[in-house]
Each structure stands twice: as structure tokens, then as C-alpha cells.
């Protein structure tokens, strides 16, 4: 394929420098920002991944913040979740939806205070939806990007990294909680969190002077345990349903259709943006939604646009994310089936760009 162009326009992130030593070969631009895709070979990247530990620079998944009295207020209207309960230390999944329903974003909020937060996010323009809303909404309200930076380290051996370089009170956060962390005398949130199924956190890295630094400290600190640069790796993340922004969901799906129902708490929230659609679609149920389906045979190509889906030569969905699995020797996929085909079991025609390929729903997710 061709090659990025480097322009100001194309940001570069406070771990760059140490991602080109450590060898990548691809990126995708991801917020405006360069996100690493491959690093050896994206298989050679996924076994790693499976048994080691490796660090990533998420750096794209920018901070909007919100602060002041009202940001609270603000938080709990951009979301159906229920913010109510939510504690200072931790960190909630998040479907973002507009005044329809739909799909604008799914962060992790992230909790610093009543009237702090963060909302980490996917990639879109989720910065000016909010500043809108504190606009016409005349909330006393702050809402801008901070200097703040996720850098990622995910793998089995996660724990006993950020242990020698953080202390042994890492091991104690808990899934979606987080804690403040001393590095160089400033103070870090670092979450049990990330963007695979292997185990990790994300390490909220406030302030971009110091991101080689920590780079480095933590390379220094695995050497034997063979940590490695490591990204989002596709077959790994769809094997275990982490959905994709913009690829599995876009602002014309709501969170019922991609399988969020459960963050959706529309009859506990009085007041959040796009409420009476999702009320509407929680009594009704959704008419499609988000299956894990199964492709037979060789490995597919590159799925970078939606494949129909078929029974019959009638269309019933389609596909949005795809990959040969390694571990469990058949194509995984996520897609978007009608309500009438979704079941377990059900055989589909996955209409790829090389051609018609047998597929199924699958149970669940193989990870």
C-alpha cells in the first residue's frame, strides 16, 4: 500500500520516537494521530501478545475533558449509562449517542472527581459534540483537550511489568478501577483496563514531556520478560468482540444493535441526550444487532468495507470486521445480522471480495 505522508495536520504522539526504534512497520491514523498496526508480522504481534507483555502507544484515544461545576451534569447527558453510582476511582464503558439514538462514540469515562473528568475516546469528533452541548446548554462547564496521553500495556505478564516499575500495589486495581501512580514526581492514573482480552492497563500519561521517559523505564524494566511494542491487534480483538468505531458501528446504529443494551439504563436515567429514541428501541428490541460469525475456509482478504451478507441471495447483513485466527484455525468475524437470522447455528453466505464464502452465527465470542 502507500505510504503517510508526515504533516503537522498528522500528529505525531509523545512515544513516536520509541515506537520507530522498536521497528513499526505500518500505522493507521486514528484521531488524527499515527496509531502502530503492525510491528514483526500481525501474527508473529498476536502470539506475542498471548503470552508475553507488550506496550502500545494509544495515544490517539484523546482526552476530552470536562471540568467545573457542571461537568457532572454534562457527563451524564452525553450517556444512557448510569453514572449515578459511579465512584472516584473508576473508569466506565460508555456508548455516547445522539439526539436519534445513534452511535456517536464508546469511551471509557474515566472519574477524577464530581467535576473532573475525562472521556477517553474512539475515533471520532466527540470533542465538538460535547462543546456544542456546553454551549447551548449554557453549562458552567469547561470542555477541551488536555496534554494526556493513554499508553497501553496489555499481556499476561502486564501485572509484573508495571510492578517493578510502579510498586506491587499495581496488582491490586481492579477491572475498570484505577489508581494514582508517582513517576518522575507527577502523578499518573492508571487503570485496569485496555483494548484486548489478555489482561492490562492503560496508564494515563499527563503530560507529554514525559512520555519517553516512561517509555524507556518500562523497556529497561522487561527485559526478561521479553516485552515488546506492541498495538491493537485485529484478530485478537475481534476473537474477543471488542467492537471498532467507525468499522462495526457508526452514528447509524444505536447501542441495543451492537450488543450494549446493558450500558443502556433508560429507565433509571431521566435526562441524557437521545432518550426517547433508545426508550423506543428498549421497549420494541433492536432489528438487527452485532453477531460473532464464523468463515469457512483460507483467510480472507483485508476487510476494509462491508461484505453482504446473504441466505438465499437475499441480504441480511453484513460483515464489518474480519481475520484468519491463528488459535482457532478459522476465519473470525463480527457482523451486523437481522433479527430473523441471528440465531445460533444460522448458515450465511459472507459475499467477500473473493468471492462467496460459507459462514455461521456463532454462540459467542471465542474469547
Given at each position: 500500500m502507500a505510504l503517510i505522508s508526515p504533516s503537522r495536520r498528522l500528529r505525531r504522539t509523545p512515544f513516536s520516537e520509541g515506537v520507530e526504534a522498536q521497528g513499526v512497520k505500518a500505522y493507521t491514523v486514528y484521531n488524527r494521530m499515527l496509531l502502530p498496526t503492525v510491528f514483526e508480522s500481525p501474527e508473529?504481534?498476536?502470539?506475542?501478545?498471548?503470552?508475553?507483555?507488550?506496550?502500545?502507544?494509544?495515544?490517539?484515544?484523546?482526552?476530552?475533558?470536562?471540568?467545573r461545576p457542571d461537568a457532572g451534569k454534562l457527563m451524564q447527558l452525553l450517556t444512557p449509562r448510569d453514572l449515578g453510582k459511579m465512584g472516584e476511582d473508576q473508569c466506565y464503558y460508555v456508548p455516547v449517542v445522539d439526539e436519534n439514538g445513534g452511535m456517536l462514540n464508546d469511551p471509557v469515562a474515566v472519574k477524577i472527581s464530581d467535576d473532573r473528568w475525562w472521556?477517553?475516546?474512539?475515533?471520532?469528533?466527540?470533542?465538538?459534540?460535547?462543546?456544542?452541548?456546553?454551549?447551548?446548554?449554557?453549562?458552567?462547564?469547561?470542555?477541551?483537550?488536555?496534554?494526556?496521553?493513554?499508553?497501553?500495556?496489555?499481556?499476561?505478564?502486564?501485572?509484573?511489568?508495571?510492578?517493578?516499575?510502579?510498586?506491587?500495589?499495581?496488582?491490586?486495581?481492579?477491572?475498570?478501577?484505577?489508581?494514582?501512580?508517582?513517576?518522575?514526581?507527577?502523578?499518573?492514573?492508571?487503570?485496569?483496563?485496555?483494548?484486548?482480552?489478555?489482561?492490562?492497563f492503560e496508564i494515563y500519561v499527563d503530560g507529554s514531556d514525559i512520555g519517553m521517559d516512561l517509555?524507556?523505564?518500562?523497556?529497561?524494566?522487561?527485559?526478561?520478560?521479553?516485552?515488546?511494542?506492541?498495538?491493537?491487534?485485529?484478530?485478537?480483538?475481534?476473537?474477543?468482540?471488542?467492537?471498532?468505531?467507525?468499522?462495526?458501528?457508526?452514528?447509524?446504529?444505536n447501542p441495543f444493535e451492537c450488543g450494549l443494551g446493558k450500558f443502556c439504563n433508560v429507565d433509571r436515567v431521566a435526562d441524557f441526550i437521545g432518550r426517547?429514541?433508545?426508550?423506543?428501541?428498549?421497549?420494541?428490541?433492536?432489528?438487527?444487532?452485532?453477531?460473532?460469525?464464523?468463515?469457512?475456509?483460507?483467510?480472507?482478504?483485508?476487510?476494509d468495507r462491508p461484505w453482504p451478507i446473504t441466505i438465499d441471495s437475499e441480504i441480511v447483513g453484513q460483515v464489518t470486521s474480519a481475520a484468519w485466527s491463528p488459535d482457532f484455525h478459522t476465519n473470525v468475524s463480527i457482523g451486523m445480522v437481522d433479527k430473523a437470522h441471528w440465531a445460533a447455528g444460522t448458515k450465511l453466505t459472507i459475499e467477500t471480495p473473493d468471492g462467496p464464502r460459507d459462514g455461521s452465527v456463532q454462540e459467542r465470542f471465542w474469547i
Open positions: 508473529a504481534d498476536y502470539l506475542h501478545l498471548k503470552k508475553h507483555v507488550q506496550v502500545w502507544d494509544v495515544a490517539c484515544e484523546r482526552q476530552v475533558e470536562l471540568i472521556v477517553s475516546i474512539a475515533d471520532s469528533d466527540l470533542l465538538f459534540w460535547v462543546k456544542g452541548l456546553a454551549s447551548g446548554l449554557r453549562l458552567n462547564v469547561t470542555v477541551h483537550e488536555p496534554d494526556v496521553s493513554p499508553l497501553g500495556i496489555q499481556g499476561p505478564r502486564s501485572d509484573d511489568l508495571l510492578a517493578r516499575v510502579f510498586g506491587d500495589e499495581i496488582r491490586a486495581i481492579r477491572f475498570f478501577r484505577y489508581g494514582w501512580f508517582d513517576f518522575q514526581g507527577r502523578k499518573l492514573a492508571i487503570a485496569r483496563s485496555g483494548y484486548s482480552k489478555q489482561g492490562g517509555w524507556n523505564a518500562l523497556f529497561d524494566a522487561g527485559q526478561d520478560l521479553d516485552v515488546r511494542a506492541g498495538c491493537p491487534n485485529l484478530m485478537e480483538r475481534i476473537e474477543g468482540g471488542l467492537l471498532s468505531y467507525g468499522n462495526d458501528m457508526t452514528d447509524q446504529n426517547d429514541a433508545l426508550l423506543k428501541v428498549a421497549k420494541e428490541g433492536p432489528s438487527q444487532q452485532i453477531r460473532p460469525i464464523a468463515i469457512h475456509g483460507e483467510a480472507v482478504p483485508a476487510c
